[in-house]
């Protein structure tokens, strides 16, 4: 089965520090891969995700990830974080079946002022 | 903005009812998705349409759960004779039939919140 890894449930960062959020993801014949992002009491906003052609990808608020095919990775980078990123964050992948995504856990980022 | 919308955002219902919730896709895609979240997890997979064919439905968590997509426009998810552990969010996505990668891209809705007493 296919599956996603969050290696962190929490990251406390400081404000205007960077900060990283890693995912793994088990390997597939095809890998597309996203970042969502969710703030209390909300769904699910796409973030950015990797498709194909670049692996690095760029996203919204000044997020960006690399795909890292031998290190079967994923991670979210953000060279200075604001307090409005205090949220949680999930990596996601293809699925059992077509078109079905399946989820990391989640990591809640917590940015301090 | 025509994303996803949801329908009720928050439920509280009595263990043995039964609930429905709608979800309204963005209106040019063709395949919509239901997930569960429960607390402190990811979403969770449960069933998905392409136009009105449901082409998964082995997901769902038990025969209480039943999902409709009449026309192949707004979909309907219904937990017959809740339980306590049904207590999550219930997530709508939508996507395009558009070919390629681009098509797996899937845009959410903000999900209804249903609490079992």
């Known amino acids: 089965a296919q599956s996603v890894t969050q290696l962190d449930s929490q990251v406390p960062v400081f404000e205007e520090a960077p900060v990283e959020l890693r995912c793994n993801y088990s390997s597939s014949v095809s890998v597309y891969l996203f970042w969502y992002v969710q703030y209390p009491n909300q769904g699910l906003q796409l973030l950015l995700k990797y498709l194909s052609g670049s692996t690095l990808v760029k996203g919204i608020n000044g997020f960006e990830a690399e795909f890292n095919k031998s290190q079967t990775s994923f991670h979210l980078r953000k060279p200075s974080v604001h307090i409005s990123d205090t949220a949680e964050y999930f990596c996601?992948?293809?699925?059992?079946?077509?078109?079905?995504?399946?989820f990391g856990k989640g990591t809640k980022l917590s940015v301090i002022p | 903005d025509t994303g996803v919308s949801q329908n009720p955002r928050h439920k509280i219902t009595k263990r043995g009812q039964n609930v429905t919730f709608r979800c309204d896709p963005i209106s040019e895609h063709n395949r919509l998705y239901w997930y569960r979240q429960t607390l402190g997890q990811g979403p969770e997979f449960l069933t998905y349409f392409q136009n009105e064919a449901q082409l998964e439905k082995s997901r769902l968590l038990s025969d209480r759960f039943s999902a409709e997509r009449p026309k192949g426009s707004f979909s309907t998810l219904e937990i017959q004779r809740t339980e306590q552990g049904d207590s999550a969010m219930y997530l709508c996505?939508?996507?395009?039939?558009?070919?390629?990668?681009?098509?797996?891209?899937?845009?959410f809705g903000p999900g209804t919140r249903l609490t079992v007493t």
């Open positions: 996505a939508s996507s395009s039939l558009i070919p390629g990668l681009a098509a797996y891209e899937q845009y």
């Open positions: 996601a992948g293809p699925g059992a079946g077509s078109y079905q995504l399946t």
